[in-house]
C-alpha cells in the first residue's frame, strides 16, 4: 500500500501558476505509474496528467497540454503538477492517485490521496 497527500493547492487569478505536489509513503513509490486527476462540483472526475513508473513517459489531457507538468523525484517519493496559465475552468479539486500501471481511467487506480482545491478566478 501507499499513502498520498497532495498540496499546493489555493487561490489564484486566471493566467497565474501553481505547484501540486504529491508525497507518498508506504510501500516503494518508485513501484507505481502516478495520476493527477480532477472533480469540479456537479461533473466527473476526469483526468489530468500521469506519469510513468521511472518518469521516462508522461501523457496529459487535451485540455492541459501546453499548460500543465507532471514530475516525479522518487528520491522524495513525490509527485508534481506544475500548472502554468490558469483558466477558471480549471477550477476543481485535484487528487493524486498511485497504480501499478498509467492509465487515464479514474476506475483503474487504487489509491488515492484526500484532494487540494485549486479555485481560479476571473
Known amino acids: 500500500q501507499v499513502q498520498l497527500v497532495e498540496s499546493g493547492g489555493g487561490l489564484v487569478q486566471a493566467g497565474g501558476s501553481l505547484r501540486l505536489s504529491c508525497a507518498g509513503s508506504?510501500?516503494?513509490?518508485?513501484?507505481?505509474?502516478m495520476g493527477w486527476f480532477r472533480q469540479a462540483p456537479g461533473r466527473e472526475r476526469e483526468f489530468v496528467a500521469g506519469?510513468?513508473?521511472?518518469?521516462?513517459?508522461?501523457n496529459y489531457a487535451d485540455s492541459v497540454k501546453g499548460r500543465f507538468t507532471i514530475s516525479r523525484d522518487n528520491a522524495k517519493n513525490t509527485v508534481y503538477l506544475q500548472m502554468n496559465t490558469l483558466k477558471p475552468e480549471d477550477t476543481a479539486v485535484y487528487y493524486c492517485?498511485?497504480?501499478?500501471?498509467?492509465?487515464?481511467?479514474?476506475?483503474?487506480?487504487?489509491?488515492w490521496g484526500q484532494g487540494t482545491q485549486v479555485t481560479v478566478s476571473s
Open positions: 506519469i510513468t513508473r521511472s518518469g521516462s513517459s508522461t
Open positions: 492517485a498511485a497504480d501499478r500501471f498509467l492509465t487515464t481511467s479514474h476506475i483503474a487506480y487504487a489509491y
Open positions: 508506504g510501500s516503494r513509490f518508485s513501484s507505481y505509474a
